[in-house]
């Protein structure tokens, strides 16, 4: 326990080294920060300006350049809505609700395009939505200025996410390697009544409905009311988007591994 | 005119004004407008009102200084966005403080805590007043300036003691407290330290006092005062390592904890103002003021106001030493204060009054050259 004699001045200590030492600390600190300030004046300088190079060398370990350190970074999205088909996987795999699909221009009246609109006060960057995105459309860029004035302001509708993907920043390549995808459709056929809804909605039309013969009704036995259809998925195609799964009336479409 | 001074500046412009005013009046009226008198009291408001006008300014610029250097000494930049490398800062932070609403705690007590802040400020005002700034630049040569200055100076812990115990606060109050009991640790070193320098030049008068430095300036002979004189001038100004009036850390904001908007602007001028009167007083105590040594080339002490350039250069670096202090040291306790002041600071100063005695003796001391004339 410190007793009030321990804070008093030793006897053999200099006490104008008390004063002395701190000092000079000080002034190593000033002059080293005249010179060179570790302050990036920020909305005047960046750390991605060629300036500070070096200083992302030192924070990172890594080497500075395209694909290394700054190119991975997950800022805003950018939205190709040319190449969007509308699966919902960005929707379904975010993991704050944060994705709407909404109707954009150009599909038909009968079966609306739908692109993401992502509220940024909710986003959590996670990047899970690009990772989830068959065609790539929808990828993170480096921008990380989104602050505005008003909450309404955040959710970047579609056309917006679009106008990002036109400024041609750089995107984040995580998602250019994406693994192969082993699972497939599977179809239960006694269930099936051949009613079309998966290859109507299918985004990638990868469904075809081929003829089932119909079989032979035996005396006493009734046939199932149905029509004579079946789904045959092209796994080249599908982008595994569980669309077809969901519209299934009468849940015969499954995930599995096609022997 | 050959050289401007602060009395041709303030009444050429009275004459100037009161002139243009008599042309365009009939004569009677012109009569009375032009008299003598008339202009120079005309003058003397103008005076007063450029000599505010320039404390002020001062005092917002050396904020500034403040901000910026301390801003270096923690790896920062200081204020960078308002006004250029952010000088017009303070000006946005007061007009912030001066939009708010004064709020006056409920179990007050008004008079003390409404004029406790105007004290403090008109009574920081006042010291620079007595002070000299360079040739012709001061408001009359009052043959103890130095001592009206000090005496004045001193008078602060009154009033911070009193709107302190006025707010009602217990923190307020423990910050008066601190300060009125600060007062008896720097008094006396402080005074003691100024007896050598007036030993030395022989005179209460700062102009004097400047005058007298013209072979070599005090800080080196007297070195062992202008360390004293520092010291007690930090607890003085209640800034770090003597700040304990107003320690953040222990008292919510000391003895102005309780005063909000331009009451808190008021002391925060007044701290500042009396830490720039604090800054000119060493420079004309110990770093000759305006003059400058014989060595530097005339042009750099001919040119128009040369005398206040170097005049304010120099309080501006010895401000910056006081920002230097503030960052490096720790603010010290009541008992460490009190016994760095009366054990040490006491001692120190005594030995200066007698190294000014001893060289008022030799009167020639190497290398800095013989005292020029001794008024004793």
Known sequence: MATPEANEEKPGENSILWVARPMATAARQFTKSLFRPSTIVYPYERLEDPKFRDRLEVASGKPFGVGEVWDNYRGVHALNIATCISCNLCAFSCPDICIDMVTVAGGDPKHPKKCPQIDYGKCSYCGFCSDACPEGCLTMTTRYELSTPKRSEMVYSPEKLYQVFRSKLPMNPIRLARPANEDAILLDPPLCIGCNACARDCPTNCITMLDVPKPEAKPGEKLPRRIWKEPVVNDSDCVRCGTCISVCPKECLFWGTRK | ?376
């Open chain 2, 1 to 376: 005119m050959s050289t401007i001074t602060l009395y041709s500046v303030a009444y050429g412009l009275a004459s100037l004004l009161l002139g243009a005013l008599g042309s365009i009046l009939p004569g009677a009226a012109r009569a009375a407008v032009t008299n003598v008198d008339v202009v120079t009291g005309l003058g003397v408001l103008i005076f007063a009102a450029i000599l505010l006008a320039a404390s002020m300014l001062n005092t917002i610029v050396l904020i500034w200084w403040e901000r910026k250097l301390l801003g270096r000494f923690m790896d920062r930049r200081g204020a960078m966005h308002v006004g250029y490398a952010g000088l017009l800062q303070n000006f946005a932070d007061g007009f912030k403080l001066f939009r708010k609403d004064t709020v006056k705690p409920r179990e007050a007590d008004a008079l003390g805590f409404f004029t406790g802040p105007a004290a403090y400020m008109v009574t920081s005002m006042i010291i620079f007043g007595v002070l000299p700034i360079s040739t012709g630049w001061n408001s009359g040569a009052l043959p103890l300036s130095l001592l009206l200055a000090l005496a004045i100076f001193s008078f602060a812990p009154l009033f911070i003691f009193v709107s302190a115990w006025s707010s009602n606060n217990k923190y307020s109050l423990m910050g008066g407290m601190r300060s009125a009991a600060q007062m008896i640790a720097y008094e006396v070193p402080l005074l003691l330290a100024v007896v050598a320098v007036v030993i030395v030049s022989g005179s209460f008068s700062l102009t004097t006092i400047v005058y007298e430095q013209q072979n070599y300036w005090y800080w080196g002979p007297l070195f062992v005062a202008l360390i004293v004189f520092v010291a007690a001038m930090l607890a003085e100004m209640e800034r770090i390592p003597f700040d304990l009036p107003e320690a953040e850390a222990e008292l919510v904001e000391g003895w102005n904890t309780e005063y909000g908007g331009m009451l808190f602007a008021f002391f925060m001028l007044a701290d500042y103002l009396r830490a720039l009167v604090g800054s000119i007083l060493v420079v004309l105590l110990f770093l000759g003021g305006w003059t400058m040594p014989s060595w530097v080339p005339s042009a750099a002490t001919s040119f128009p106001l040369a005398g206040i350039f170097w005049f304010m250069l120099k309080t501006y670096l010895v401000f910056g030493v006081f920002v230097w202090i503030r960052a490096s040291l720790p603010r010290v306790r009541t008992d460490q204060l009190l016994r760095v002041g009366w054990n040490r600071m006491i001692p120190l100063s005594l030995l200066a009054v007698f190294l000014a005695a001893v060289l008022v003796t030799v009167k020639c001391v190497w290398p800095f050259g013989c005292v020029p004339s001794m008024g004793v």
